[in-house]
């Protein structure tokens, strides 16, 4: 079974992990509002989705 031979640094464990990063949630624009929400789901501001009203959104 292979073993190491040599510890690995700090700095070569770091490099190696670069792309293991989480990304936030991609973010698009309502159609009807302009208010920013996610991809595939209904807006939470004006209750919109794919140009219907698909819930009932409570007034401020």
């Not at 996610?38 to 004006?46: E, F, I, Q, S, V």
């Amino acid at each position: 079974m292979a073993v190491p031979k040599h510890k690995t640094s700090k700095s070569k464990r770091d490099k190696r992990r670069t792309h293991q990063k989480i990304d936030g949630p991609d973010v698009s624009v309502c159609p009807d509002c302009g208010e920013p929400k996610l991809p595939h789901h209904a807006c939470a501001k004006c209750g919109m989705y794919h140009g219907r009203k698909v819930i009932e959104v409570k007034a401020d």
